[in-house]
């Protein structure tokens, strides 16, 4: 052990000591890994950066005391308001942003902001965090300029507070002048093709909904005599051979739409038929836009009017904006990172190997999270204001996701097995999902691996154990039907939770996020809201009519803002792989980081080869551009 302290001084001021390095009489070197700030003149102790599990220290009465005493201190609630209105007055007088030693003053405790979600730590606001969680000073600048600039960078400002609706497709295209990507252009250019609708189930921003289709649901009342297939033989014959598959959006079914500027707004939950075709494309042959079959809820098809067809598929397109953005990404990748976040501070002592592989991969999580909550899904938050699903709609999609969410469905390997999607063509998330997942686990394996030998002693670790049963209880809420697990008894148990963690919040997260404004920016692509409600009988709908239905201009422009703010990355974003925090210091943990860089730098290199033969390149699990942990 080390103690630090920092001298008095009059003004206040903080410290960031990365580590400190011991050299021996003997030539030897030790390190000890710090990288939390401290502001005031008390006395800190740190561990030697040797991984040590719970069992390792039951012989060393200072060691034992060093890991209890730094958990009691990190398990206290967070202080009075008044206490932490004035360390928030403290931290605004200084350099950086007064950081505090994370055993210090920085408590954390659990919080519930709505009954039957993941519960998140208990937060007012961005300065009653602890320190070493919130934004580095370049994070938070770049984050309020792009948040104050974001409408006028897109030159959309004057646009901002139009009520009014849209007149004219082309007057849309304008929206896209300031920033366009290759694949805005793309998505501008070839929106209204069923090729592009089935695409982007496998490759947009939502690949988690699609599954294999061996037999219709019961309320979805296709037959083979209605439906035009494309080539091969009939419906039956095709589900048989698993080329027809299913979009099933149930979850969205009796969620309250929202109301926008005193109108209500429109949200559905449509079920989409696709087919294989021979030439490897997956076209939709047929759309329900409600759960339950009736006269006035007709099955849209391809052979159906250009505005009737094209209409079911913006239905469908903007139930999908507001069910992945609540479901697959705000659920399934924010608020589970923050548990895994929360558990991890509350359960591990710095000195443990699992913190030290995962404490990268909760960078600025805790941070973005708070602002989420206040700044998308708050009464005055920009989902609430202008997204069909806001405000209620938001709370009882989460709860509804989290009921039926499963184990297995974060699991990459076992998510594609179960939908049946192994062997769909150019499914490029699942291909580079897949080969990230393995290296992943590879990685996580040969770190684990090195200090947990046996069963045994993966089950008597009760850090690890308090870690895993925190995130059971409190992230999703003790539903043994999730089949998360409750305690670890293997080791190989242990490594899958592990992989799938790193893989939530660094790949996954990068999957459901990065392409938001690729494939949003382009709004009759992407509506975050309807105004009008789908037709209940075919040969009505008309431009006009679609006109009518899209967004205002001042929900549109907002929308793009919003997906512009997520969709960029700070300069101080730290990406797959990267571990300037040095909190190993062993050779074999050392070592296998080194392989584990060698590994993705492969893969990057190979996605990229196969982006260049690409019309529409799928970028988003490139290493080099998957963040570490959930940032932005």
Request: proline letters at 5%; glycine letters at 4%.
């Amino acid at each position: 052990m080390i103690k630090l302290d920092k001298q008095k001084r009059i003004l206040k001021d903080s410290w960031y000591p990365a580590k400190v390095e011991v050299k021996s009489p003997k030539n030897k070197t030790y390190h000890f890994p710090i990288y939390h700030w401290i502001t005031d003149s008390e006395v800190y102790c740190f561990r030697e950066g040797t991984a040590l599990r719970i069992f390792d220290d039951s012989n060393s009465h200072v060691g034992g005391h060093s890991r209890q005493q730094e958990l009691k201190q990190r398990q206290k609630v967070f202080r009075s308001s008044q206490r932490r209105l004035a360390a928030a007055k403290t931290k605004q007088s200084s350099p950086k942003g007064t950081a505090n030693h994370i055993g210090h003053i920085c408590h954390m405790s659990w919080d519930v902001y709505a009954q039957g979600i993941p519960q998140c730590i208990k937060a007012d606001s961005i300065q009653s965090l602890p320190y070493d969680v919130q934004f580095s000073f370049t994070k938070t600048a770049e984050m309020k300029y792009t948040a104050v600039t974001g409408l006028v960078e897109l030159e959309l400002i004057e646009m901002a507070e139009l009520k009014k609706k849209w007149t004219h497709i082309d007057d849309i295209s304008h929206l896209l002048c300031a920033h366009r990507t290759q694949v805005t252009d793309f998505v501008h250019k070839h929106w209204k093709e069923d090729s592009l609708f089935g695409y982007q189930f496998l490759n947009g921003v939502n690949p988690m909904l699609i599954r294999c289709c061996k037999a219709l649901p019961k309320n979805f009342p296709v037959t083979g005599d209605m439906v035009s297939l494309h080539g091969g033989g009939s419906l039956a014959d095709e589900m048989m051979k698993g080329n027809i598959f299913l979009c099933d959006y149930k979850l969205l079914d009796g969620v309250q739409p929202n109301t926008i500027s005193r109108k209500k707004q429109y949200l559905m939950a449509p079920l989409i038929l696709l087919q294989k075709t021979s030439d490897n494309k997956l076209m939709p042959i047929a759309i329900q836009l409600k759960q339950k079959p009736a006269k006035d809820n007709p099955i849209f098809l391809p052979t159906d009017s250009e505005y009737d067809w094209l209409l079911a598929k913006i239905f469908v397109r903007s139930a999908n904006f507001n069910f992945y953005e609540v479901s697959v990404h705000l659920l399934r990748t924010h608020l589970l990172a923050e548990v895994f976040t929360v558990s991890l501070l509350r359960n591990l002592p710095m000195v443990h190997p699992l913190y030290k592989l995962l404490m990268p991969h909760t960078r600025y999580t805790l941070q973005i999270n708070v602002l989420a909550r206040q700044l998308l899904i708050s009464q005055t938050g920009v989902l609430t204001r202008f997204a069909a699903s806001g405000g209620k709609g938001v709370i009882t999609i989460l709860q509804k996701s989290l009921s039926s969410l499963t184990y297995s469905s974060l699991c990459i390997p076992d998510d594609i097995a179960e939908r049946g999607l192994k062997d769909v063509p150019n499914f490029y998330y699942r291909d580079d999902g897949l080969k990230l997942w393995e290296i992943i686990f590879r990685f996580v394996k040969e770190i684990l691996t090195s200090y947990y030998k046996t069963d045994a002693e993966v089950q008597k670790d009760s850090e690890l154990q308090n870690w895993i049963h925190d995130i059971y209880e409190h992230g999703f809420l003790s539903q043994a039907s999730t089949g998360i697990p409750q305690k670890f008894t293997t080791v190989d148990e242990m490594i899958k939770f592990v992989t799938m963690v790193i893989f939530t919040c660094s790949a996954q997260h990068s999957a459901v996020n990065s392409g938001q404004y690729d494939f949003g920016a382009w709004m009759p692509n992407s509506p975050v809201t309807l105004q009008l409600p789908p037709p209940t009988k075919k040969g009505k709908a008309s431009e006009k009519s679609m006109l009518d239905t899209f967004p205002d201009i001042q929900t549109t422009v907002h929308g793009m803002a919003v997906m512009w703010l997520l969709s960029k990355q700070s300069s101080d974003s730290i990406f797959l792989g990267q571990y300037p925090e040095e909190h190993f210091s062993e050779e074999v943990p050392c070592q296998k980081i080194k392989d584990f860089q060698v590994e993705l730098k492969r893969l990057s290199a190979e996605i990229k080869a196969r982006n260049s033969g690409l019309d529409l390149p799928y970028t988003y699990l490139d290493p080099e551009v998957i963040e570490n942990s959930v940032s932005i």
